[in-house]
């Protein structure tokens, strides 16, 4: 009998609306040639409707409706002008990273044949590395206040929250990545010459997990020279382990030099599978284009090759990969405009999806 | 008779030791030129010498030492074989701009003539804009701590903190200097998408010193899509003004979206004149081209163009850019390895100084 999976998809905001629909055709398509079978529900939460009608983001018993799921296969959300970011995304997708325990935030950045990087001198294949991101702690602590409110005297304190069982796991997952791969090289992001206490803590930690991975080449850069380095030599770069906030710094720069944000995956991960696992494409609601039918779906699709890796159907997964590469790259008439093109969304995430039954 | 200014000059580590002595090199070809006198005195400290002899960064008196002088020419600081980063950073340089209350960080980002860019299609003049960071608090906090150290509970905690009058101080500047550009354009960067407490604290500021300057065109980006743009569409920035960290990464990114970091200047201003400002180039002490010679002194020279302008000897600054940007543009034997030649500092340095006195 045909493995079945069940898959929540969250379409969320903006052009969630429009790339989930398209992330799901390449789905049904990878199932359908696969020979495996995928029950999708669908949730209409943690979008701002939701929002209007609830006055919140998500329903009280989230955890239930969601936890019996294989995976969740998400949009993007973010709609300030109905609600404050802050506000929608620790009612929903922050609070799902940190509530369903997905503490890697895996983010491919990869120069995909088919796109044009905005760096010169550089060819498909050679900017592929993994940005590993710490994803339920650090910076994004919410912990912190304000005193003396509305005066001259008015101090706000938010606190950066690291503990060793936070770093060490994801820490474990970027060294085990590295290590599985051919160049077996890491970089761990820092910035702790200037911020003195939490990130020489990150650094003691990476020191210590690379002791017990020799085969792994380790060295840490701090983020600001990282972050030049993404522009100057990309290449060089195999996996990038960052804390919460550097790993969505260098997530959205990397793909940038890739080309476009709008192809970039992401897998927010349960390593131990307690909970389920998240899959969205890196780009976000992006207001300014939403309704108008033209954004790329091709980070949404990647996302859901990433689902399906996760869930085991590593075939399918390869298949979508190659099915984009294949369309970019001979099909320049269905690129939507950050690729340089004039299609829609529909037109490119259905030329995928012929691509991958082809 | 001539005008007379004070300036201390501090090497500090690593390349700072070879690129001062440069910048000090058409410093005085502009002060023949132009009919003024510098009075520069030259210190050790702030360097990993000191720390070897004396247990410390600074002499205990460093303020009274160097609170008489009219600018602060330096180099470098950074030599993590002998002392760790974080210690000699906040004993020196991060003291000082503290201390000093040098509370803008005033970063220039353009494509000069004669520097290739590594983004394709963008030429010299399309790139230029000004990063204004906030110098004195925010995430450089360095207040929090270590709880249950060596266990499996181990905790860290570090503070961002961000007042009202540091934050609107810096807030002020940067709007004013982009009302008096031409484009009268500013962009905040911010996350407070998911740092939610002091990020939209910030973007509260931010939003209400909007209001004082109706003239000015004011937005907000997110770090990491900032970040992304920043090499995807570079040219639509005029003044960006950020957090002490997120300044800090957007300062050397954007250099290198302009060919090198090696050229980029900084000023770490005390616009209330009650402390000495500080000059130096972006890029640090690099102990990996420490000694050899071929560190690229541009940066250090338009620092010391940044110190002239303050100083109020604006024809000379002047002169020392349109010096660098002729020499770049009009000598390729003189590069340095950065800038795509095999030139050597000195060799560099000593062209803009002739071409100042020219
Ligand atoms: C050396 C380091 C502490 C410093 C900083 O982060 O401020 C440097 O990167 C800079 O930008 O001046
Ligand atoms: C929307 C925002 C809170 C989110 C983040 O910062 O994590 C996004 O930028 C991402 O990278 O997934």
């Given at each position: 009998?045909?493995?079945?999976y069940?898959?929540?998809?969250?379409?969320?905001?903006?052009?969630?609306?429009?790339?989930v629909?398209?992330?799901?055709?390449?789905?049904?398509?990878?199932?359908?040639?696969?020979?495996?079978?995928?029950?999708?529900e669908?949730?209409?939460?943690?979008?701002?409707?939701?929002?209007?009608?609830?006055?919140?983001?998500?329903?009280?018993?989230?955890?239930?409706?969601?936890?019996?799921f294989?995976?969740?296969?998400?949009?993007?959300?973010?709609?300030?002008?109905?609600v404050?970011?802050?506000v929608?995304?620790?009612?929903?997708?922050?609070?799902?990273?940190?509530?369903?325990d997905?503490?890697?935030?895996?983010?491919?950045v990869?120069?995909?044949?088919?796109?044009?990087?905005?760096?010169?001198?550089?060819?498909?294949?050679?900017?592929?590395?993994?940005?590993?991101?710490?994803?339920?702690?650090?910076?994004?602590?919410?912990?912190?206040?304000?005193?003396?409110?509305?005066?001259?005297?008015?101090?706000?304190?938010?606190?950066?929250?690291?503990?060793?069982?936070?770093?060490?796991?994801?820490?474990?997952?970027?060294?085990?990545?590295?290590?599985?791969?051919?160049?077996?090289?890491?970089?761990?992001?820092?910035?702790?010459?200037?911020?003195?206490?939490?990130?020489?803590?990150?650094d003691?930690?990476?020191?210590?997990?690379?002791?017990?991975?020799?085969?792994?080449?380790?060295?840490?850069?701090?983020?600001?020279?990282?972050?030049?380095?993404?522009?100057?030599?990309?290449?060089?770069?195999?996996?990038?382990?960052?804390?919460?906030?550097?790993?969505?710094?260098?997530?959205?720069?990397?793909?940038?030099?890739?080309?476009?944000?709008?192809?970039?995956?992401?897998?927010?991960?349960?390593?131990?599978?307690?909970?389920?696992?998240?899959?969205?494409?890196?780009?976000?609601?992006?207001?300014?284009?939403?309704?108008?039918?033209?954004?790329?779906?091709?980070?949404?699709?990647?996302?859901?090759?990433?689902?399906?890796?996760?869930?085991?159907?590593?075939?399918?997964?390869?298949?979508?990969?190659?099915?984009?590469?294949?369309?970019?790259?001979?099909?320049?008439?269905?690129?939507?405009?950050?690729?340089?093109?004039?299609?829609?969304?529909?037109?490119?995430?259905?030329?995928?999806?012929?691509?991958?039954?082809?």
């Amino acid at each position: 009998m045909a493995q079945r999976y069940r898959v929540a998809a969250i379409p969320g905001d903006g052009i969630g609306k429009e790339v989930v629909p398209e992330g799901l055709r390449c789905l049904r398509a990878a199932a359908d040639t696969y020979g495996f079978a995928l029950d999708v529900e669908e949730f209409g939460f943690a979008s701002a409707d939701y929002w209007v009608r609830h006055g919140r983001m998500m329903p009280e018993d989230w955890r239930d409706v969601l936890g019996g799921f294989d995976a969740i296969f998400f949009g993007a959300v973010g709609w300030p002008e109905a609600v404050p970011d802050h506000v929608s995304l620790w009612g929903s997708l922050l609070r799902m990273r940190r509530d369903f325990d997905q503490y890697v935030n895996l983010r491919p950045v990869r120069l995909l044949r088919g796109v044009r990087s905005p760096l010169r001198d550089h060819r498909p294949g050679d900017i592929d590395f993994y940005v590993v991101r710490e994803n339920t702690e650090g910076e994004y602590s919410s912990i912190g206040g304000r005193i003396f409110e509305g005066t001259e005297r008015e101090t706000v304190l938010q606190e950066t929250v690291m503990t060793r069982v936070g770093v060490d796991r994801v820490l474990r997952y970027a060294f085990e990545l590295a290590d599985a791969r051919p160049r077996r090289r890491l970089t761990w992001a820092t910035k702790s010459n200037g911020i003195s206490i939490s990130m020489p803590y990150w650094d003691e930690r990476a020191g210590e997990m690379a002791l017990r991975y020799p085969r792994v080449r380790a060295d840490k850069d701090h983020i600001d020279i990282l972050a030049a380095k993404f522009v100057l030599r990309p290449e060089q770069y195999d996996v990038v382990v960052a804390s919460n906030l550097f790993g969505d710094i260098l997530s959205d720069l990397g793909p940038a030099c890739t080309g476009t944000i709008g192809v970039a995956p992401s897998a927010n991960i349960n390593p131990d599978r307690r909970y389920p696992s998240l899959f969205e494409p890196v780009h976000g609601s992006a207001p300014d284009i939403a309704g108008l039918g033209v954004a790329d779906p091709v980070g949404q699709i990647w996302s859901g090759a990433m689902m399906l890796e996760h869930l085991g159907e590593s075939a399918a997964a390869a298949a979508v990969v190659a099915a984009i590469e294949s369309v970019l790259e001979e099909h320049p008439e269905v690129r939507t405009p950050d690729l340089g093109g004039d299609a829609t969304t529909v037109a490119l995430g259905s030329a995928i999806a012929r691509r991958i039954t082809a």
